[in-house]
């Protein structure tokens, strides 16, 4: 089968499509016949190694001839002898950081790991962006408590995490402010945000509101920034960990010795949270936004994008 292989920690060039052998499940697991993937920034991060943590799971000294993608949709072509939750010609769409496999033809996976049925409105295109961006939205949404009528601000609510976490903040009734660039205020309106901010236009921190919540999906912000946008006892969450990786140590501080809190949750995905999002997708509440489409064969030219830091929603990646 063809799969996309990371040859070498570094530049995406390293990245070819090449061949290698189809896998076989074992009696616990699924055959899955892959129709798309996607291109993010956590297969970006293993990928380029720019986390040397990463390389425990991908290769210590170069990459281990596997395939990344996190995200995949596709249908269930073999299911081994013991499995009796799925049958072959379901279609479904799931997420896997620890195994990855998705920029691939084929993958296998335990028939208990963290994949669901695609709702029939969505086509496997649409619903391999699902899972990523809206998970991690997820887990920082829960982690802070959002209640009906909060207010919260969204910076970097153009990309894969900021746009899920938008809608899903819509859902759970919060009041949102989105910052993004000119070019998306309109889409992140489209999204459901209640105020929007063009940073290119108008700085953020001297609007006069305070918060609930800031979420910077993006981390491109400091808590130090933001701290007088927040009410007593409001939460600020960064996706990344910080100049000099201070979110992690703000996060133990001030948790102990004030009353604005900053918190770095780890992040996790279940099934139960995969059945979560894709109900939500299903009856209209969130669909992730796509901007651009490439042919698996174009999967450097993916990377290089995404590489960016510019892609607005998620990049998909044509398997079939
Ligand atoms: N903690 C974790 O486990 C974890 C996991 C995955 C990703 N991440 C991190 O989370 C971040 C977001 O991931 P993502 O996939 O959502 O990113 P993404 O889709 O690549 O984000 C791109 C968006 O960021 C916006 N942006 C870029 N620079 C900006 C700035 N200075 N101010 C405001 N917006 C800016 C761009 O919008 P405009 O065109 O409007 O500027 C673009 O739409 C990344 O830094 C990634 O490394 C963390």
Redesign the pocket.
């Known amino acids: 089968m063809k799969a996309a292989i990371n040859t070498k920690y570094g530049s995406p060039d390293a990245v070819k499509v090449m061949e290698i052998a189809k896998p076989v499940p074992n009696r616990n697991e699924v055959l899955i016949k892959i129709h798309a993937s996607t291109v993010?920034?956590?297969d970006c991060?293993f990928r380029s190694a720019e986390y040397i943590i990463t390389r425990f799971w991908t290769g210590l000294v170069r990459p281990r001839k596997k395939p990344l993608g996190c995200e995949f949709a596709g249908e269930i072509e073999a299911i081994g002898e013991n499995v009796t939750s799925w049958k072959i010609g379901d279609r479904i769409v799931g997420f896997n950081d620890k195994q990855f496999g998705g920029h691939a033809e084929y993958m296998t996976l335990n028939e208990n790991e963290t994949f669901a049925q695609i709702p029939d409105n969505f086509s496997y295109h649409e619903a391999a962006p699902l899972l990523e961006?809206a998970h991690?939205a997820l887990c920082d949404i829960r982690a802070a408590k959002v209640k009906n009528g909060q207010n919260v601000l969204v910076?970097?609510a153009?990309?894969?995490?900021?746009s899920a976490a938008v809608q899903l903040l819509k859902y759970f009734c919060a009041c949102v402010t989105a910052?993004?660039?000119s070019?998306?205020v309109e889409l992140v309106k489209t999204l459901g945000a209640d105020h929007v901010i063009d940073?290119t236009t108008e700085d953020f921190t001297k609007t006069g509101q305070l918060f609930d919540f800031i979420f910077d999906?993006?981390?491109?912000s400091s808590y130090g920034q933001c701290k007088p946008l927040l009410k007593k006892g409001g939460i600020y969450i960064s996706?990344?960990l910080g100049k000099n990786a201070e979110n992690v140590f703000l996060a133990l501080f001030t948790s102990v010795f004030y009353s604005k809190k900053v918190l770095f949750p780890v992040?996790s995905i279940s099934r139960k949270d995969v059945e979560f999002l894709i109900d939500l997708a299903e009856n209209g509440h969130y669909k992730p936004v796509i901007d651009r489409m490439y042919d698996f064969e174009q999967i450097v030219e993916a990377y290089r994008y995404?590489e960016t830091?510019?892609?607005?929603?998620n990049v998909v990646i044509k398997i079939d």
Request: hydrophobic fraction near 20%.
């Open positions: 993010n920034r956590t991060g961006g991690y910076y970097g153009s990309g894969a995490i900021g910052v993004c660039n070019k998306n940073y999906a993006v981390g491109k996706t990344e992040p995404v830091g510019q892609k607005t929603g």
